[in-house]
């Protein structure tokens, strides 16, 4: 059977209307429809869930039904329901009031309510619970923008086994920007809940990337996450166009008939054209007055062109919305009184919506496109322009904060707040030669064909219908519940048993201070029972000093191992050390650490019997992985012909001699203590060591996720003590 593919968005793909006959049913043509709608699933149509632009108490329960049917047969969607209540809180409020401003870093814009936030939550909660309605275990799910950050989570929570991709599709910001926000943890915790992140540009998942290692604590490889039990990829994703339908219309009538009147209007004067929502994010003042500086610097252009401004009314019951329309009515009207003449008017201004015919006359009439805003996600209005340029010709003038920019070199790219930078840039496209602007359009337009929307919402799925295969290669088989049962039934049967145990990582979490990770009491209790199993001897095999374990586990009377196998002690409380080499190595990798500590704000060094460690858990990440890399090189040609290892831990470098590893932790004890059963459990590239030692029958875990030799995977620390404690009441 074709597994189920579902498209989740806060919009559906039809919008709910009340027409004077009744409901109907209108297909948005905007780009997420188009993309989606091209994907090919097979003979199974996929299932879009989503509101459906009509508030649930403005539907009577007859109509309610009528709804859910006609969205079910004829557009194959099921609709969630949202109040008016909620379009206040959650749509208004959290989403356009908190996350659009900052996510378009405008912090000052940007507001805080924790009645909001709860209702974020809620609706995504309530979208969930329709989805798992609707939802198979083996499900591929596309959960789109910044309404539903959350869901990836709750998704992952109760279907482990769908596929989930995640696509944003406005800017996300900076660390600096994103830490402002007080839900920062939890959104990010969401977004993680998928396989797949998918953002418009490389910056942007820089950023992404950069705040869940600064406020998680993940690190990554290559775009590689490794959160939880789970490996979660973020790739770049530019968002195209549907290419066919803005390249083909002009042989559509009606726009032949308005670009014949677009023509007779502006003929013989250069047209630049700007096409916005209104929306702070966009510029459109800046831009105005940078048209103003362009007539002020150049009379001569007065008369010959004509700036026509085209702005979409949105949010009109806003304050900060209305107080923008003002300045842009205000500043349209100074410029045009002060340079108006008989037969010309500067700027021509309409606020209203455009539709496709007229949009696309113009664009094909229009000698200049002028996008210039402050901050976006991509901007496709770029390359609809582009797409309706049969004729090769054309100039396209560009904001560099846009994400199309980094696909659109060919254009003019403008600082969008330097006025100077945009007149001047106005000023060239008007005299951009008609060889250059077929050079450079011919370039974009190539590329804009091949990248199109369809090839956008494919591309995606195929990444992510691609990630469980990654996974596998990443990570070990789950420790599931029926492994957990199999062990279990090994471990009662078994009359002896060795239990090596890591600790930092393993039985508690790692801490920003070493001395942080001092066992709880319900963690010694714990050790206590376990060790008290008969036919149990449990070891703890960790990287700490002795005088840790000593001061820590003393009294417990475990088998222990410090400082990765230099130091063992016995059943008898008496400490063993490694056969090693003389520690004069130290003098010459000593003042190397320290150096690199003094360079690394938050970094030290710390001194082991055996070995010299360099820890990084408190640095800033950006600078102490270029830090890392740089010390990894310098130590490794040092101690090429010293037989010391050079070891990464868990944000820790840490120089050893090289026979001394967890591995002779596991030796020496299997040769000391007779066992019928060997269970290991251990986080980082340390315990790897302990894995490799082991003998073929143990049982083998690792914690997290990394590539490892272990046999089985379990998710963190607190998983680790449940386990744990199952095995202890099953031989008690």
């Not at 109509?63 to 329901?81: G, M, Y």
């Not at 900076?174 to 998918?198: C, N, T, Y």
């Not at 219309?249 to 054209?273: F, N, W």
Request: charge should be negative; charged fraction near 25%.
């Amino acid at each position: 059977m074709e597994k189920q593919t579902i498209f989740v968005s806060n919009r559906l793909a039809v919008r709910g209307d009340r027409a004077a006959e009744g409901l109907t049913f209108i297909p948005s043509v905007g780009g997420l429809a188009t993309g989606l709608s091209s994907v090919s699933t097979g003979a199974r149509p996929p299932l879009w869930v989503g509101w459906s632009g009509l508030a649930e108490e403005d539907l009577s329960s007859d109509e309610q039904d009528r709804v859910r049917r006609e969205l079910r047969a004829k557009h194959s969607a099921v609709a969630v329901p949202v109040s008016r209540h909620d379009l206040e809180l959650f749509y208004s409020g959290f989403c356009n009031d908190t996350i659009w401003p900052l996510f378009h870093y405008f912090p000052t814009y940007t507001e805080y309510l924790p009645e909001t936030w709860e209702a974020y939550r809620d609706v995504n909660q309530r979208f969930f619970e329709v989805l798992a309605a609707e939802m198979e275990p083996d499900a591929t799910v596309w959960v789109h923008d910044y309404q539903l950050m959350l869901l990836p989570g709750l998704i992952r929570e109760h279907f482990p086994d769908a596929e989930t991709g995640f696509f944003l599709h406005i800017p996300f910001p900076s660390f600096e920007m994103f830490r402002l926000l007080p839900a920062r943890e939890e959104i990010l915790q969401g977004l993680l809940g998928a396989d797949l992140v998918g953002f418009h540009t490389y910056d942007y998942a820089r950023h992404f990337l950069s705040s869940v290692r600064r406020l998680l604590g993940h690190d990554h490889s290559m775009g590689m996450i490794r959160a939880s039990n789970r490996v979660v990829k973020v790739d770049v994703f530019p968002m195209g166009i549907d290419w066919e339908r803005f390249s083909g219309a002009e042989s559509l009538p009606e726009v032949q008939a308005v670009q014949e009147t677009v023509a007779s209007q502006y003929g013989g004067r250069k047209l630049i054209l700007s096409v916005d929502r209104l929306d702070y994010s966009k510029g459109i003042p800046t831009r105005i007055c940078a048209f103003r500086r362009l007539l002020e610097r150049h009379p001569e252009r007065a008369g010959t062109v004509v700036l026509l401004i085209i702005v979409s009314p949105s949010r009109e019951s806003v304050p900060r919305y209305m107080e923008l329309k003002r300045e842009v009515d205000e500043l349209v009207s100074d410029i045009n009184g002060r340079w108006s003449a008989l037969d010309w008017n500067p700027i021509h201004y309409q606020y209203q919506t455009a539709g496709f015919q007229e949009l696309n006359a113009l664009y094909r009439q229009a000698d200049v496109l002028l996008v210039t805003p402050l901050r976006d996600g991509m901007n496709l209005i770029a390359k609809e322009y582009i797409a309706a340029r049969n004729d090769g010709q054309g100039v396209l003038v560009l904001s560099e904060t846009a994400g199309a920019a980094r696909e659109l070199s060919e254009a003019i790219q403008v600082n969008p707040s330097d006025l100077d930078e945009i007149a001047d840039a106005m000023d060239a496209a008007l005299d951009q030669t008609p060889e250059l602007q077929a050079r450079n359009m011919g370039a974009m337009r190539d590329r804009v064909r091949r990248f199109t929307v369809q090839y956008w919402a494919q591309d995606f799925l195929e990444k992510l219908q691609g990630m469980r295969a990654i996974q596998a290669t990443q990570q070990a088989r789950p420790l599931d519940a029926a492994a957990k049962a199999e062990v279990e039934q090994r471990w009662r049967a078994a009359s002896k048993i060795l239990l090596f145990l890591d600790y930092d990582g393993t039985l508690v979490q790692l801490q920003r201070h070493p001395d942080d990770a001092r066992p709880d009491e319900p963690l010694l209790e714990l050790l206590h029972s376990l060790n008290g199993l008969e036919g149990v001897s449990l070891v703890l095999a960790s990287g700490r000093d002795r005088s840790n374990l000593e001061r820590w586990f003393g009294a417990e009377h475990l088998l222990l191992g410090a400082g990765h196998g230099a130091w063992i002690r016995e059943e008898d409380g008496n400490w063993h050390a490694a056969s090693v080499q003389s520690p004069d190595w130290k003098d010459a990798i000593r003042p190397i650490l320290q150096r690199m500590v003094d360079r690394t704000p938050g970094a030290s060094m710390e001194e082991k019997d055996f070995s010299l460690a360099w820890h990084y858990r408190n640095s800033e990440p950006e600078l102490a992985t270029v830090r890392m890399a740089e010390l990894r090189e310098t130590l490794i040609t040092l101690t090429n012909n010293l037989e010391l290892s050079v070891l990464d831990g868990n944000r820790v470098l840490e120089v050893k001699p090289a026979h001394v590893h967890k591995g002779r932790i596991v030796h020496h004890f299997l040769e000391h203590i007779p066992s019928d059963m060997v269970v290991a459990i251990g986080d980082d590239a340390t315990d790897e060591y302990m894995f490799q030692a082991l003998p073929p029958q143990a049982i083998s875990i690792k914690v997290g996720v990394g590539t490892t030799v272990a046999e089985y995977s379990i998710p963190g620390v607190e998983q680790v003590r449940q386990f744990l404690h199952a095995l202890c009441e099953s031989r008690c």
